[in-house]
């Protein structure tokens, strides 16, 4: 029996192939978001880490070569093919979509759970962070980067600030045009989520791009100095 299809499925079968040869040097990704979440992250050597939403496996393969064993879960196919390559099938990787119960996971099996740019796609977070917090040890850490809400706000021109709701945009950079889905959260409805399934929040960062944004894309290198588009949180589950 096959897992539920994901919000952005279609869109991700779509540009997988290109997503995945270019995410080295994309800019919003390689000089803006991915700095900064690695920054959030402490000596992960021998540790069990969770690359939740792990797509071609760029962050699995950081974990790797940082001494981690590293487990990746992706509900897309493609995704999960390229992070096997780009690993050389030394991790373990799951075909699971986080929108479902993670059963597979036992309780407390995880140091820290990362899940870069992967929860725009799930609608409750509560459910995704309550099975985030059962499958991490005492104190492991969860850290996860997402659209900020200020800017999705603005960008989708939201009505109801308060109102989780589901939006959509078109990614160009991957040949044709695609239209990829994803919801809409309020900065109220994450922290919520976070401290409803057990977590304190231990840093949020706002992301600015490096200098090699800068020498990438200039214009936008300028838009990011001045608005933000990610937010990266990192919390830890709390004693019972």
Not at 35 to 56: E, H, Q, R
């Amino acid at each position: 029996m096959g897992i539920r299809k994901s919000l952005p499925q279609d869109a991700y079968d779509q540009i997988a192939d290109v997503y995945a040869s270019i995410i080295e040097t994309k800019p919003h990704n390689a000089y803006y978001e991915r700095p900064t979440t690695l920054s959030l992250i402490d000596n992960v050597a021998g540790k069990s880490i969770l690359d939740a939403g792990c797509g071609p496996g760029v962050y699995t393969e950081w974990l790797l070569n940082h001494g981690a064993k590293a487990i990746g879960i992706d509900a897309n196919e493609k995704m999960i093919s390229h992070a096997r390559r780009r690993t050389s099938d030394k991790a373990v990787f799951y075909h699971a979509n986080l929108e479902e119960p993670l059963t597979f996971f036992a309780d407390s099996t995880f140091d820290g759970v990362l899940s870069p740019l992967a929860v725009t796609y799930i609608r409750d977070h509560k459910k995704l962070f309550t099975e985030f917090s059962r499958i991490l040890r005492p104190a492991g850490w969860f850290l996860f980067s997402t659209e900020h809400p200020f800017f999705s706000y603005w960008y989708f021109k939201i009505q109801n600030y308060f109102e989780t709701q589901e939006v959509s945009c078109d990614w160009k950079g991957f040949g044709e045009p695609v239209r990829m889905p994803s919801y809409y959260h309020s900065l109220g409805a994450i922290t919520e989520a976070l401290s409803d399934s057990g977590f304190v929040i231990q840093k949020m960062v706002e992301p600015k791009p490096t200098e090699e944004f800068k020498e990438e894309d200039p214009e936008r290198y300028q838009r990011l100095t001045k608005f933000p588009v990610f937010i990266c949180i990192k919390a830890i589950k709390l004693p019972l």
